[in-house]
């Protein structure tokens, strides 16, 4: 059982940076890609950023392009978030996949790609 765990969360006023940590505990020799969703009261999980195995590439959702940054790779990922917004407040959530095929593609935004998730750090940020 592979057990992914997120740390970092915490409150922050508009403006401000945050930055969460992610590992999965277990390896494997085919690397994980690994991935942020978020998700806040009243909505639908959504993702991100996403990393591949290498940290070589990398993929931001449009409304933190520019202001977050994802790194690490197989199994670590870094999220740091600089000029926060109000509309960032959200769970935020790390998730692994096993790259157990080499047809999969480095990134995914899907979260149903995703094999292992974390519990979830809690993100909040006030004007």
């Known amino acids: 059982q592979v057990h992914v765990a997120e740390s970092g969360g915490g409150s922050v006023q508009a403006g401000g940076s945050l930055t969460l940590s992610c590992t999965a505990s277990?390896?494997?020799?085919?690397?994980?890609?690994m991935g942020w969703f978020r998700q806040a009261p009243g909505k639908e999980r959504e993702f991100v950023a996403c990393i591949s195995v290498s940290g070589g590439s990398t993929y931001y959702s449009e409304s933190v392009k520019g202001r977050f940054t994802i790194s690490g790779g197989n199994a670590r990922a870094y999220l740091q978030m600089n000029r926060m917004k109000p509309e960032d407040t959200a769970v935020y959530y790390c998730?692994?996949?096993?790259?157990?095929?080499?047809?999969?593609?480095?990134?995914?935004?899907?979260?149903?790609?995703?094999?292992?998730w974390g519990q979830g750090t809690q993100v909040t940020v006030f004007s």
């Open positions: 998730a692994a996949r096993e790259m157990s095929s080499p047809l999969f593609p480095v990134t995914t935004t899907a979260a149903h790609d995703y094999d292992y």
């Open positions: 277990a390896h494997t020799s085919h690397g994980y890609a």
